[in-house]
């Protein structure tokens, strides 16, 4: 499970563009909180400290905590818009999430046991389809990463999503289709190398067939008698 995050918040009095400009000027960003069939609620954050959590890289898929005064709401950061320059936070939007919620994350994939694959430790290469897989899960039980395992893998084998082992309650957002995650293939220069022979053992068989099935004719020799018996 990811950790849960804690980012302390005020609650914010005024709204509008004048009031939103003034808080980023005293290193606050404005944020609101919406959903489990609540009213909006608009808050404020420490940039420094909200910063801090997005260097983490994950930030975006962690149950957060926002201590609001006296209340804790739990709530899932859904989306941040950023400065076009500087890059600084600019304003958070955060789905609050209610008991028994489910949520659907892009979650990062771990390849592990790399060193237990005949197919790479002859050289194959690992082609990663997805680095991140779309799950449903409980809200308050995110699995911080999926680990698949590579041990066996040949050149020319797949991982597809039901060889995956999902924690309990997890399951694919994509269920239309048994999608493939990575795969090991042979090397750019093993194939150029395969392409190369076949292409010689072709031409070596076009000769053979050339030399011995082509007949060898005399042409015009009908015409020649022809003329003499006139």
Do not use: W
């Not at 005020?10 to 808080?23: C, D, H, I, P, T």
């Not at 290193?27 to 404020?44: N, T």
Request: glycine share 10%; with cysteine; aromatic share 2%.
């Amino acid at each position: 499970m990811s950790d849960q995050l804690t980012l302390s918040a005020e609650a914010r009095e005024r709204a509008g563009k004048g009031a939103s400009r003034a808080m980023r000027r005293d290193g606050r960003v404005p944020a609101v909180i919406y959903g489990d069939k609540k009213d909006p609620e608009p808050i404020h954050l420490e940039e420094r400290e909200l910063v801090k959590m997005l260097q983490t890289g994950h930030f975006m898929n962690s149950l957060v905590s926002l201590n609001i005064g006296k209340d804790k709401t739990n709530a899932l950061p859904k989306d941040i818009q950023f400065h076009p320059v500087t890059d600084r936070p600019m304003h958070v939007d955060f789905l609050r999430i209610g008991k028994g919620t489910s949520v659907t994350l892009a979650i990062p994939v771990n390849f592990v046991n790399e060193e237990e694959s005949p197919g790479l430790k002859r050289g194959g290469v690992l082609n990663i389809v997805r680095h991140e897989l779309e799950l449903t899960c409980p809200a308050d039980d995110i699995p911080s990463e999926i680990t698949v395992q590579l041990d066996g893998l040949e050149v020319g084998d797949s991982i597809h999503i039901s060889q995956i082992e999902l924690p309990e309650g997890v399951v694919s957002a994509i269920d239309d289709r048994d999608f493939t995650i990575a795969g090991v293939v042979a090397p750019s220069a093993l194939k150029r190398d395969d392409a190369e022979t076949e292409d010689e053992e072709g031409e070596e068989g076009e000769e053979e067939v050339g030399a011995g099935d082509v007949p060898t004719t005399t042409q015009g020799s009908g015409d020649d008698d022809e003329e003499s018996d006139s």
